[in-house]
């Protein structure tokens, strides 16, 4: 048995290979970028009004004949002299001649004159060409993390897909006897199965696909479903029958298989029965059964896998926090906690079994205390993991 730290750095150290795929703009949302992105254009590709108003030629005076109008998506170019001026409207092309555009709210009009109440600048009002970005400059990073608005950028370029790394192809094995679906009459001994729709949650945004495999507690039955998940993604993830009881078939199929363990069996609660393995370039995790304690290995262990595979080099997401209350500790096991926190405090909630996902729903962070027997106060500094 190892330590959570071990285990982590374990994980951390595995030699992952990413895969390159060309996917659409409406696909890529929370995608990495696995290569720079040159902007094809100028933008803006026109020198454009940043306001409705009046584009003028300036002259001495405040008073300019208005020639005509141009709106957003007009392509005429107006020709202006000295003392004339056009009607625009925010993003529209200002005219070669216009060397400014005056806020409406600056202007008055009498019929074809336009008076002005400031005195104009050059260019004021006016985006010049490239001002965000210019042509063959980097628009995005290798590595940057594609949102709504790094998608809305790259599309207002003209671009229409991009090169990102592959999010991995997940198999969820869930097993057990005991387990029937929601939905139906629950027959006394049996318990409804959530830990598969639970993970599949989980993975949402991690992956390109998801499968679950269901299982029942017999060694031939495991071992060709977890051989044939292998063969299909890149990364399994099972779900109970990690244990030593006599029906729990998991980790001696994994031998059989061939898997090389990296850890079995880790010094925290709860959790402490979790498989990592690799089969050629594949990952194999073995979480225990009980609800809460296999969702905790999920974010504590796979969830950065799965970042990591995708490209994601900021795989962890921790942060130190302030106890509200005072705690004891009292374990031989580090501990993850289900908690809430708000601004610099985290609080402890109840319910903290491995079988429990009650709170867990409730819960936006896990606190992690080392083992051993201490006291907390209020204010103490604790590690959390973002969930």
């Keep these: 048995m190892i330590t959570v730290v071990e285990a982590l750095n374990i994980l951390n150290n595995i030699s992952i290979r990413k895969s390159e795929i060309t996917l659409p703009l409406h696909l890529v949302n929370n995608y990495i970028l696995s290569q720079d992105v040159f902007s094809p254009i100028n933008m803006p590709p026109f020198r454009q009004s940043a306001m409705d108003g009046f584009a003028i030629q300036t002259d001495e005076n405040n008073s300019y004949k208005i020639i005509g109008e141009i709106k957003a998506g007009d392509t005429e170019n107006i020709k202006l002299s000295k003392g004339q001026s056009v ?4 993003g529209a092309k200002v005219p070669d001649d216009a060397n400014a555009v005056i806020q409406i709210e600056k202007c008055s009009v009498n019929e074809s004159i336009l008076t002005i109440e400031i005195e104009p600048k050059i260019n004021q009002n006016i985006r010049p060409i490239g001002e965000q970005i210019f042509i063959n400059d980097i628009a995005l990073s290798k590595d940057t993390l594609l949102n709504p608005a790094a998608i809305g950028f790259l599309a207002g370029l003209g671009i229409t897909e991009v090169k990102v790394y592959k999010k991995p192809s997940v198999g969820i094995i869930v097993t057990g006897n005991e387990l029937i679906e929601p939905g139906i009459p629950l027959p006394d001994g049996k318990i409804y199965e959530s830990n598969g729709i639970m993970l599949q949650m989980a993975l949402s945004e991690l992956t390109s696909e998801i499968q679950v495999y269901k299982v029942f507690d017999e060694y031939q039955a495991t071992k060709q479903v977890i051989e044939n998940a292998i063969a299909i993604h890149d990364v399994v993830l099972i779900s109970g029958g990690i244990s030593v009881g006599d029906y729990d078939f998991v980790y001696d199929s994994l ?17 402490k029965p979790l498989f990592a393995g690799t089969f050629n370039d594949k990952v194999i995790l ?4 009980n609800p809460a304690a296999s969702l905790t290995c999920f974010y504590i262990y796979v969830h950065p896998i799965l970042k990591k595979i995708a490209g994601n080099s900021k795989t962890t997401s921790t942060a130190i926090k302030e106890l509200s209350h005072d705690f004891v500790v009292d374990n031989p096991r580090s501990q993850f906690l289900k908690a809430n926190y708000l601004d610099a405090t985290v609080s402890v909630l109840s319910h903290q079994q491995s079988s429990m996902l009650n709170t867990f729903a409730l819960a936006n962070c896990l606190i992690y205390l080392p083992e051993g027997n201490y006291e907390l106060k209020k204010g103490s500094k604790v590690d959390i993991y973002h969930i």
Excluded: D, R, S
């Design 255 to 271: 031998q059989v298989i061939g898997v090389q363990t990296l850890f079995y069996k880790v010094n925290q609660k709860p959790g």
């Design 87 to 90: 009607k625009i409207f925010t």
């Design 286 to 289: 073995a979480l225990p059964g």
